[in-house]
């Protein structure tokens, strides 16, 4: 019996212990027990092993035959990787989502960034940034590109919830507001420069914001 892509459960359970990896709350090296995961969730082994497969398609387990399944840790090369694929691909998708920007789309972006100035901790913040990142992405309706996006940036939250989890500073993104100014005034060209240039800076260090 197989479980469908969209399983309820499955998304469910990947999720929660995605928010926990990202945060930091299961650590690198950590083992994933899919007894006590089923146990937890009140589900079956086939949906874990459905969501355990979804978080290794993020790059944040890895399974080993005999070894079972663990969370995977990041080196700065992984890290610089991660930021330059996160940034050629985030301008293939805003030079597609440029012609159907609307400004209902950019007033929301705009209330993200707003979100962003306000956060008082580090969870907030990155709840922030992905909302921006996703509305100006979006409208390029192109399924397979963003889904390819948002496991990039789920690892990256990674990096950014390592660097800061010590000790919180809440940045001022002036990347953001740049991005947004040019795209009101339909510079796509400067649009897609800082958007590149605001990505790959987090690829310089562990814990750069992006």
Known sequence: MSVAKDDPIAVRISRTLADRIISGVIEAGAKL????????????????????RRLESQGLVVSQPRKGVRV????????????????????LALRNAAPHMTKAILDQAEEAIHAGDRATDVQAWEEANGTFHRLILSPCNMPRL???????????????????????????????????????AGN?????????RHVQWMGQKPGSRS
């Open 33 to 52: 027990r899919q007894d006590h995961i089923a146990e937890e969730f009140g589900a079956s082994h086939v949906p874990v092993r459905e969501a355990f």
């Open 72 to 91: 995977v840790g990041f080196s700065v090369e992984e890290v610089r990787e991660v930021a330059e694929m996160r940034a050629a691909l985030e301008v």
């Open 146 to 184: 963003l889904k390819t996006i948002e496991d990039l940036h789920a690892v990256s939250a990674r990096f950014l919830f390592s660097g800061w989890r010590a000790e919180w500073e809440a940045p001022t993104d002036r990347d953001h507001r740049a991005i947004l100014n040019a795209l009101r």
């Open 188 to 196: 796509v060209d400067v649009a897609t420069a800082v958007l590149s």
